[in-house]
């Protein structure tokens, strides 16, 4: 399985989970929002703060209807190209937040929706080009981004496994084999019945590249599983307070939730192991506590073949383990033996 070199982090199997705390358009258009988000991203422990860049006229018509989950949380009275012009940063904004996010030791990526944007991006200096789900058949940018052959993080959510083929195929056309997966399924919020996390592996088997996981659910559950499954990387958006008016809001992490969610996978992390059996330093010394030894059930005189029926198997388990019980049955006491005193090799002829 290969690894992908994002900024000053490998990302693939062996390594930590690479978190992106995605920001998105929770900033609503305020730059002094977006500094905080990314003092929130910096605080809980992620690798990454993630924003959205675009030129809204180049992605949605003025007329577009919003998507039912952005109904549901801004109303309907208002068109989607409304909603997310108010939504829109500019080029001095993103300098701005990236030269911030830098000075804050995280590291600043954004999700281009626009070829105009991923030139921009470029220019901005990040180290990696994320593609929405939104855009795994949006061919002639996925073309775009590969030629820029930066680290590419195309996520999978509304998509078949031919599609997701199809823009590996367009990528990898394009001169650049630096892809990571994103197991993903795009409702606001997605249900837990819906996650089916078993794709991973079936990305992983399929395609070879570092396959992790673009979390909707409500909660953190749903991400530890993932991350205990193998992701390699856990996106999840956050935001100040989930009830700020945005369309993203109410399915986002709150400030006191994504720390937890980055402690616990931390946790789960160490938790995985190595996958070699063997007691622990703790249990060396709990063991001999906690297990039996064959002890005397009865006062065995000197000179006493020892029968089963002599014998008892208790704690502590500093003596002969009671899996060698018939080496003894049999042998003659070399000296007396108290009722439940250790039997030691010592004192059997």
């Known amino acids: 399985m290969k690894t992908v070199n994002i900024g000053n982090r490998l990302v693939g199997e062996g390594e930590p989970c690479f978190i992106i705390a995605e920001a998105g358009v929770n900033h609503n258009g305020d730059v002094n929002l977006a500094k905080k988000l990314i003092d929130v991203a910096r605080v809980a422990g992620a690798d990454v703060v993630k924003f959205q860049t675009f030129k809204t006229e180049n ?29 829109e940063l500019s080029e001095e904004a993103h300098f701005e937040l990236k030269y911030y996010a830098d000075s804050q030791g995280i590291i600043f990526l954004s999700t281009p929706y626009d070829k105009g944007s991923v030139d921009f991006l470029v220019k901005l200096g990040v180290t990696a080009l994320k593609i929405s789900s939104a855009d795994i058949t949006n061919h002639p940018l996925l073309s775009h981004i590969a030629a820029k052959n930066l680290p590419v993080i195309l996520a999978a959510g509304m998509a078949s496994l031919g599609e997701v083929e199809r823009a590996i195929e367009v990528i990898i056309g394009g001169g650049n084999q630096q892809v990571i997966l994103l197991h993903c399924v795009s409702s606001y919020p997605a249900r837990i019945e819906d996650v089916n996390l078993r794709v991973m592996n079936t990305l992983k088997e399929a395609f070879g590249f570092p396959v992790g996981y673009s979390d909707h659910t409500m909660g953190i559950e749903v991400s530890l599983s993932a991350a205990a499954l193998g992701a390699v990387v856990i996106e999840k958006h956050f935001t100040l307070d989930k009830n700020l008016p945005g369309p993203d809001h109410r399915a986002s992490l709150e400030p006191k939730e994504l720390k937890q969610m980055i402690v616990a996978i931390r946790d789960v992390e160490k938790a995985m192991g190595n996958g070699i059996k063997k007691p622990t330093k703790e249990e060396e010394e709990n063991r001999q506590v906690m297990r039996r030894s064959i002890m005397a059930k009865v006062d065995i005189p000197e000179g006493v073949i020892i029968t089963e029926e002599a014998l008892d198997i208790k704690r502590p388990g500093m003596g002969i383990s009671p899996r060698y019980i018939d080496r003894l049955v049999g042998r003659k006491a070399k000296s007396n033996i108290k009722k439940d005193e250790l039997i030691t090799w010592d004192k059997l002829g």
Do not use: H
């Open 59 to 87: 992605v949605v018509t003025e007329n577009a209807e919003k998507a039912p989950y952005q109904k549901e949380s801004t109303g309907a009275g208002e068109s989607q190209y409304d909603m997310i012009k108010k939504l």
